[in-house]
């Protein structure tokens, strides 16, 4: 369970004097309530939780009513936890949290907070402009593949078109509800109530369809000048650089970088698309579980972003740089890099490439730690999805 912190760390941090803030954040449906309410359970602490995630957002003096009551129990107990869910709905959050913090550390209140976001690039803003030095941040993604068997006992083939959302896993009987609960319950709940909601926006129509492009080309690298001619917008690639940030901080679509070099890396010039998680790609697809899996062209896309979302989830919160690298006809999947290690990731998913000998073309550039093959002839991808980042760059 590398993807996700698990509960015994969770709860070790809880149970330490009072120090930090805690801050679960990550995408819709991904379990941080769950893990929240399990900490709860398992902890011998008075606490006290509240959610601001209702229609509208709460006025920011609803969070000193909850921090009130949390301080009633902490001085009646001698130490008391605070849960705040979706806490970034609130106005000024950041703010008021401060204040309040920094009131009890005067008064040496051992009030011990948890503050849970559904947006990483949302919750973010606040913690670094207000509370620096005063938080740890603990990063929640999708489901890993083993999380996904163990729990609900999927199969690699089940994992690649299903991904990692849990709430979700017990709809695959039936694929068309399955299909619609992605849909409307994570992806559209996430571009109106996380991005929309919180964010300006002056073309929301381009950002959804801007979504939808990640999707479809999930794997696969495209200048933000070809994006805004596939989506017949006539926006600058500024726009689309940002609108692309958010859809990542909210855990829907990123786009990867070409790995620094002798050619310095443009942010601007050509990212990769990458979805954070397989389900996205076909739940908008139209394409059954059987009929996916007989479209070879299509699986291998799947295959392909199952790598890189799983890359993204392990290399999340540590010192890795995840990013890809071509130059003119050849290409290299992923490259991971750490201080001097550097790993070139080929996947070998059945797509069709031609010979574009990339890892080779690679490999003359730079030196490498090792070179990875995924799939057939390399490291196979079951071994693969069950294995972190780091462990290919020691």
Partial sequence: MFARPSLDELLGRLREPRRFMQVLAGPRQVGKTTLAHQAIEALDMATHFASADRPGLE????????WDLARLRAREAGTALLVLDEVQKIDRWSDVIKALWDEDSAADLDL??????????????????SLAGRFELIRVAQWSFAEMRDAFGWDLDRYVYFGGYPGAAPLVDDEVRWATYIRDALIETTISRDVLLM?????????????????????????YNKMLGQLQDAGNTTTLAHYLDLLSGAGLVTGLQKIAGAEARQRASSPKLQVHDTALMTATAGKSFESAREDRGFWGR???????????????GRIIDLTYWRHRDKEVDFVLERGEAVVPIEVKSGRARGAHPGTAAFCKRREVTRRLLVGEGGVGLEEFLLSPADRWLT
Avoid: N
Wanted: proline fraction near 5%.
């Fill in 59 to 66: 006025p920011a003096a609803w969070i000193g009513q909850q």
């Fill in 112 to 129: 011990r907070v948890l503050l849970l976001g559904s947006s990483p690039l949302l919750i973010q803003s606040g913690l670094t402009e």
């Fill in 199 to 223: 964010q300006r926006i002056a073309k929301p129509a381009l950002l959804r369809r801007l979504f939808q492009l990640g999707c479809d080309y999930s794997g696969q690298i495209l200048s």
């Fill in 302 to 316: 799947l295959v392909e972003s199952a790598v890189g979302a799983h890359l993204l989830h392990t290399t999340a």
